[in-house]
């Protein structure tokens, strides 16, 4: 194909599935265009040459700077074609195909762009049916989109021939709304719906809407909620969440009712970001659910680590104690044991007694001297027949009852707590019992006991840390769509409702504001109708 009417083809840069397009020259007034030739197998259907002649129909007479300019429309060997502006840049589906996520502000810049522009389409009487990124194009400066392929639009036109069923469910399905998908009636809503789809995947990278099969995914649309925002993306403000979901409601009358709403709901949304990023102080907050959670963890957290403290506390001493009275205990019973035969200087009977206690290996050591201090039985054998001294790093501990106990240290274990307890007969002293006990299961109970109490500490602050962050989100949604909605009445408008009942005091508040916004609009209406 070299020539199309006057214009001369000079390249071909695609195709669609129902169109060619190139790039064609009009050596008329010496512009380059791009020339849309509809697909041979199309031609001999009616009802397509009527649904690509209707482009330019729906877009000939606009001129929006985000809408692409129809010049002209013919017919070549019963091939029509239509003439448009030929645009340099990248459709949003090769920018989101690149995978790299476009700036929040520049997303905020695109949203408005399109609802200005389908503002502009509806005001005229078209809805598009088909807003999809690869029907979005995104020039080459980088900031400016331009809508095309209004093939497929509805005319608001009773007379029009070709307001046909195949017109009315036409649509990329994952752009499609619930009305769209059941082939019910649509209007201008129904490209809203499908302009929170494509907002969607802008800020996640994900298109809300996916299904295995048609059917799937028919249904999900039209039944089923997507994925929140801020479970994919969670820097996305929530006034910006808010107009995404307000968008995607199945219900045409809980979105918004026109592209002039949406614009100033993004358009308030642009200004927070941009005073945020100008001014960060004025900014700056801690949200309830991180105030809430660091909070309420670290009131639990103080409190159960003096809880800690003071049940540690509470078990040493009483371990410790426990230690004292069965080895003060045990001591004075060996003493009255070996009474008789350190008397009698039956030193074989000492040295059996004490084998045979050893044998219950509850104790560390035990060692028994005579009036002498000469050591007559021992656990350890190299001992007897010895002199007895505690060593010098002993440390006396306590002393009640005759019974003295002393703390003695060693290198690399437990201290053993030495029971010395003086053997009498008739009230004189005829020898004395050392019975040395070991502190290491003391300390191992303890510091068993101490890791299982921080354990259980640690446990408690992060179940109240999560109960406390989930309750904070919960109370932070409702505060956050009443005060993205308390900015839209603000700016004038009064349309806006928030969804849901709520039985608690917050009900009560977003109840109060509802009935507020109904008030205003009715006023607003009556003010509008008396003034015209």
Wanted: proline share 4%; hydrophobic share 40%; glycine share 6%.
């Amino acid at each position: 194909m070299k020539q199309v009417g006057r214009y001369e083809v000079v390249e071909r840069l695609g195709e669609g599935s129902m169109a060619e397009v190139y790039k064609a020259y009009d050596p008329k007034i010496d512009r380059s265009l791009a020339l849309k030739v509809l697909r041979e197998e199309w031609c001999t259907n009616k009802e397509y040459v009527r649904r690509f002649l209707r482009e330019a129909r729906a877009a000939g007479n606009f001129s929006h700077r985000n809408i692409v300019t129809v010049y002209d429309v013919g017919q070549l060997e019963d091939r029509p074609y239509i003439v448009i502006e030929l645009l340099t840049g990248m459709s949003l589906a090769e920018v989101m195909d690149s995978g790299e996520p476009l700036p929040l502000d520049q997303i905020l810049s695109l949203g408005m762009q399109l609802a200005d522009a389908l503002s502009y389409a509806h005001k005229h009487g078209v809805v598009h049916r088909d807003i999809k990124p690869s029907n979005i194009m995104l020039l080459s400066d980088g900031s400016t989109i331009k809508i095309t392929d209004f093939g497929i639009a509805r005319i608001d036109d009773p007379s029009a021939e070709d307001q046909t069923v195949v017109g009315t469910v036409l649509g990329t399905p994952q752009y499609m709304s619930p009305e769209q998908v059941k082939g019910k009636p649509v209007d201008e809503r129904s490209d809203l719906f499908s302009v929170g789809v494509v907002l969607y995947q802008l800020c996640t990278g994900q298109k809300p809407f996916e299904g295995d099969s048609i059917a799937t995914l028919l249904y999900k649309i039209t039944e089923e909620n997507p994925p929140q925002v801020s479970s994919l993306r969670p820097d996305v403000p929530p006034g910006v969440r808010h107009i995404i979901n307000k968008l995607l409601a199945k219900a045409p009358e809980e979105r918004f009712q026109s592209g002039e709403e949406l614009h100033q709901a993004l358009k308030h949304e642009a200004q927070i970001l941009s005073e945020g990023a100008s001014d960060p102080e004025r900014r700056r907050y801690v949200p309830i659910k991180v105030k809430w959670t660091v909070l309420m963890a670290g009131f639990v957290a103080a409190i159960m680590a003096v809880s800690i403290f003071f049940i540690d506390a509470k078990q040493s001493e009483t371990l410790e104690r426990y230690a004292m009275d069965a080895g003060s205990s045990m001591a004075r019973f060996i003493a009255s044991e070996t009474a008789v035969p350190l008397l009698s200087e039956d030193w074989v009977a000492i040295e059996i007694f004490v084998k045979d206690a050893a044998q219950g290996q509850s104790f560390d050591y035990l060692t028994i001297l005579d009036h002498e201090d000469i050591v007559r039985g021992s656990s350890d054998d190299s001992l007897i027949g010895t002199s007895f001294e505690l060593p010098q790093e002993a440390e006396l501990q306590d002393e009640h009852n005759g019974i003295r106990t002393s703390v003695v240290g060693q290198a690399g274990r437990a201290a053993i707590l030495d029971f010395e307890a003086p053997v009498l007969f008739q009230q004189r002293r005829v020898g004395t019992v050392h019975l040395g006990v070991t502190q290491s299961a003391m300390r191992d109970v303890i510091d068993t006991t101490r890791l299982l109490l921080i354990a259980l500490g640690m446990a408690t602050v992060m179940a109240v840390a999560i109960v406390s962050y989930v309750l904070g989100r919960l109370l932070s949604r409702p505060l956050r769509l009443l005060r993205t909605s308390i900015a839209q009445v603000a700016e004038g408008n009064f349309n806006c409702r928030i969804p849901g009942e709520r039985r608690d005091d917050l009900g009560e508040v977003i109840s109060a504001f509802n009935k507020m916004a109904v008030a205003l609009d009715g006023r607003s209406r009556k003010q509008g109708s008396e003034d015209a």
